[in-house]
């Protein structure tokens, strides 16, 4: 297939209408992007995150696994919006504050197809998702002018800012490519300064091992000790780098709050009425129950009690002690470990470390009790 079967115009208006706040056409494969990936996963920036180099091949060349694909619609919903926290404390960063967006993004891409095949695009012809096809989608975005890619490595759009979640209909039909968006970071360095881990180590360029989103998210097991102070408050992903950004202030949607913001923005029941102590004491039945439909489920039952722990101990308030000593006789050793370190930020000389010392099992847990109490 080449020629559009429906007139573009239309197909920016459908898209619109389908709740996309930009809609942009562009190439289908990463460009000069793809080179930027393989040296980042050659560097091995993308720590533990394996799918990544599984997908390497698939990723540089949608046309492997999309036969025919030209191009792609790319699509972006700005979800600016007020910083979020736990009653207590505990932030979670603004992405994954209301329902999942691989859901409710992903039932847009869907309807949009839907709508777009009834209009006479040919049943089948397109592959579209969000985070979840083997595609670069900052590449795609930034190819089809959705925003530029900027120092913090996000796809900043000049005039909505750098909240977008990002989507993209691959098709095979010849779209023809909008310009690249105007703005560019200029003589800011903000979100580098800015960033409490030193993770962005070049201008567009994240480490993603130092990173807290893949610490607090991705990573399994324990959090190497000299990111745990960094982490400050945050319980789920970080906002740091896009906070700090001038482009920020553009977002229509920043200060829209209640019922004013859209549904899937506003804030889950677990971030609007759980503390940091409830994370931490959730078992499995009331994690299954409760986190289902929420971006907060990637981290894991596991890791989000680990990193409850550790924003309980960077808090270092004394009424979080009771929860911690309860929690250091927790049958996972990640939560243990975690809850060790805590501990030992509040108060070395707790007595309930010692004696946990004396019966832990987990070397991995036995060091952490060892360093707590020095
Ligand atoms: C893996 C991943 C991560 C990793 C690694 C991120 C990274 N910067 O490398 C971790 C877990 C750390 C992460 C964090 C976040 N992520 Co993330 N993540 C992804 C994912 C699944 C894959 C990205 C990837 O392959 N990274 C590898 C690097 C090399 O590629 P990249 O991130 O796309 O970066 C591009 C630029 O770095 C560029 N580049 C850099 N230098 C140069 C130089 C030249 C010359 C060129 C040409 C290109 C270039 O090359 C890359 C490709 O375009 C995508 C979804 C997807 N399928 O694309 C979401 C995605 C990138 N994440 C997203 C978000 C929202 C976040 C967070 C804001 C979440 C949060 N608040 O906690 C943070 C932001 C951290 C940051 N500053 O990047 C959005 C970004 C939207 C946007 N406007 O840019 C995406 C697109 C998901 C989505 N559907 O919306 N993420
Ligand atoms: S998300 Fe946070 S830790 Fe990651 S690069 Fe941005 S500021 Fe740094
Ligand atoms: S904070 Fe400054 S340097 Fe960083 S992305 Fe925004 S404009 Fe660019």
């Known amino acids: 297939m080449s020629a559009p079967p429906l007139p573009v115009d239309a197909i920016r208006e459908i898209a619109a209408a389908c709740g996309f706040d930009l809609v942009r056409f562009g190439p289908a494969d990463p460009g000069e992007h793809g080179d930027h990936f393989v040296r980042w996963l050659a560097a091995g920036r993308h720590g533990e995150m394996r799918y990544l180099e599984r997908n390497r091949e698939r990723i540089l060349d949608p046309g492997a696994w999309r036969p025919g694909v030209r191009s792609a619609i790319a699509l972006a919903v700005d979800y600016g919006g007020p910083a979020a926290a736990l009653p207590g404390g505990g932030r979670v960063a603004r992405y994954a504050v209301g329902r999942d967006y691989h859901r409710w993004l992903r039932a847009r891409v869907f309807a949009l197809r839907e709508r ?80 409490p881990t030193g993770a962005i180590v070049a201008p567009g360029e994240v480490d993603a091992r130092r990173c807290l989103s893949y610490t607090t998210i991705e990573l399994r097991g324990f959090v190497p000790r000299d990111l745990r102070e960094s982490q400050r408050d945050w319980l789920f992903g970080c906002d740091v780098c896009l906070e700090v950004c001038p482009f920020a202030r553009k977002s229509p949607r920043q200060h829209l709050c209640g019922e004013a913001r859209p549904a899937e923005l506003r804030p889950h029941r677990i971030v609007a009425t759980w503390t940091l102590a409830d994370v931490l004491a959730m078992d499995e039945a009331r994690y299954a129950a409760e986190f289902t439909g929420t971006a907060l489920r990637r981290a894991t039952r596991s890791g989000l009690r680990r990193n409850a722990a550790v924003v309980l101990g960077n808090r270092g308030d004394d009424a979080a002690v009771p929860a911690l000593v309860a929690a250091l006789a927790d049958a996972d050793p990640v939560v243990r470990g975690h809850v060790a370190w805590a501990l030992g930020r509040i108060d070395g000389r707790q007595p309930a470390l010692a004696a946990a010392h004396a019966t832990e099992p987990d070397p991995r847990v036995r060091a952490e009790l060892e360093s707590a109490m020095d």
């Open 116 to 195: 777009l095949e009834a209009a006479g695009l040919p049943r089948g012809s397109t592959s579209g998702g969000t985070d979840a096809l083997p595609v670069l989608e900052r590449a795609l975005a930034a190819r089809a002018g959705i925003g530029f890619l900027a120092r913090s490595a996000m796809v900043i759009s000049p005039a909505v800012g750098p909240y977008l979640l990002l989507a993209e209909l691959l098709t095979g039909m010849e779209l023809p490519p909008d310009p690249p968006s105007p703005g560019a970071c200029g003589t800011c360095r903000a979100c580098i300064a800015a960033c």
